[in-house]
């Protein structure tokens, strides 16, 4: 909560950076692979200037990578308010940084985005590290099973199967143990070839 990475003012940085390293130190200890991280861009808040977000984003991710890289721990930065890719496709091609990628969220993308699904997957495809699935209808970020409202699952699979040699983690994000079971249920019954391979998740 309240953390921005782009931050203008210094001290609010420095909180953030301290925080995610904190957070950082944590996931080492739990032996986890990927940390995901909030992009903390909102075009009303910047003025729709791309380039005063990436610029205290980039002195940000920068300083986390180092930490990140000695714990041996890839990033994934989330899709939030953004309504277009093209934020975090500048903040990748920036990075340029095999230990960073994106996390991409139906959900969000549901709520927010103004341009196509597939505009989105060209232009952020290869970068894609971690999938958080789930679904709504277009209103709230109800975190609903696939199927329940308006995403594009086949559609999303469909493209990644064919671009993505990435080992993705693949997150379902339900509310309740019934929204879990019908995320199952539906990735089951689509035999979606990128997750035939999975461990766990969708066996």
């Known amino acids: ?33 990927m940390v995901v991280f909030h992009s903390g861009y909102e075009k009303w808040k910047y003025d729709h200037r791309i380039d005063i977000w990436l610029e205290g984003s980039v002195e940000t991710w920068q300083e986390i990578l180092t ?3 000695s714990y ?9 308010f953004e309504d277009s890719p093209e934020n975090l496709r500048q903040l990748m091609e920036t990075l340029r940084s095999d230990s960073i990628g994106l996390c991409f969220d139906t959900g969000h993308f549901n709520l927010f985005s103004k341009v196509p699904l597939v ?17 709504n209808d277009g209103t709230k970020d109800q975190h609903l099973a696939p ?6 699952f086949e559609g999303m699979f469909g493209y990644l199967t064919k671009v993505s040699r ?33 461990r766990g998740s969708f066996s």
């Open 1 to 33: 909560m309240d953390l921005s990475p782009g931050a203008v003012d210094p001290l609010v940085k420095d909180v953030t950076i301290r925080r995610f390293k904190a957070t950082i130190h944590i996931a080492h200890l739990l032996d986890a692979a």
């Open 67 to 69: 930490v990140a890289e």
């Open 119 to 135: 505009e989105w997957l060209d232009a952020i495809g290869s970068y894609i590290y971690e999938l958080h699935i789930h679904d």
């Open 147 to 152: 199927g329940k409202g308006t995403f594009d």
């Open 166 to 198: 990435r080992d993705l983690i693949i997150t379902v994000e339900a509310h309740s143990v019934d929204d879990a079971v019908e995320s199952m249920n539906y990735f089951r019954s689509k035999k979606v070839p990128l997750l035939q391979n999975k």
């Open 72 to 80: 041996n721990l890839r990033l994934a930065i989330e899709n939030i």
